[in-house]
């Protein structure tokens, strides 16, 4: 096997279009499915939104794998590892790559919210037939010659589009998206920052100082949210990159500590037998 000691590939949506969003209708001989299945792992900058109309096959996500069935929504949020394993039958349906900024903070809180369980969900014929006239209407614009025009519409479809996705998940799962709560907006505030500074920040004073708030104001805020505190959180982002580089790269215990801000490589493996229940080489064994 070649020695892949690469990151993890960090695929970014402005350099497949300069519109924030990319849509593209899919069946078993698109391009879609093909580039899908031959980019094997990687990471997204952006939303990844499904509309399966037939089945569509599998996709890994962070090492989890959900079979994509006929009228069934899924979406991959910013940063998680995924494959596509792609399908034996005829696949059909829709696929949206979507910038996150046009994605409205109310919106991106339910998405986002850690008690959301992001899984295929099965989605009515009442539901379905806005969101594909939806579709459609976003399709014929995009292709328009007066771009100006056209672009402004497929962004109010676009709001449109996402409110009924989003809709669709809160309602069987309970999570309110009519409004956007002052902890639920702080959430948000930390999990972005997490995401991008959890090499360096490995406390929750740290981040607290960053957020400009108290300690136990951002604690009180995370874990009214999601029922855990801000060190949980921390800790769970660490070990989900340490699976990302355990799983694709062949960087050595020692080398991933290190990149992910550990001097002490005995201290992180540690770590990582006690959130996961194996060593770092047990899950690589596992999973390779």
Known sequence: MADKRNDIPMHRLEEMTDQGFHLKKVD??????????????????????????????????????????????????????HSYRGSDAAATGWFMALDPGLVPDSFRAVLENPLLSIKPVAVMPAELEPMLQCLELMDTLQRRLDPCYSRQAVYHMLSAFTAMFTD?????????????????????EFRKLLSVEYKQLKSAGE?????????????????????????????????????????????SVKEIAHRLGYEDHTYFSRL???????????FRGLYR
Request: glycine fraction near 6%; include cysteine; charge should be neutral.
């Open 207 to 251: 981040y607290a100082a960053a957020l400009h708030l108290s300690l136990s104001y951002l604690n009180e805020a995370v874990k009214d949210t999601t029922g855990f505190t801000v060190s949980y959180w921390i800790q769970q982002q660490i070990v989900l990159e340490a699976k990302r580089l355990l799983y694709y790269s062949q960087y």
């Open 28 to 81: 078993v001989q698109s391009e879609t499915v093909k580039q899908g299945v031959l980019l094997g792992s990687h990471r997204d900058d952006h939303y990844l939104f499904f509309l399966g109309l037939t089945g569509m096959g599998s996709v890994m996500v962070d090492f989890e794998e959900f079979t994509l069935e006929a009228n069934t929504l899924f979406y991959i949020l910013p940063g998680q590892m």
């Open 272 to 282: 990582f037998k006690k959130t996961v229940g194996r060593t770092p080489l047990e």
């Open 168 to 188: 669709v998940y809160a309602r069987q799962q309970c999570i309110p998206a009519d409004k956007v709560s002052r902890s639920q907006t702080i959430m948000l």
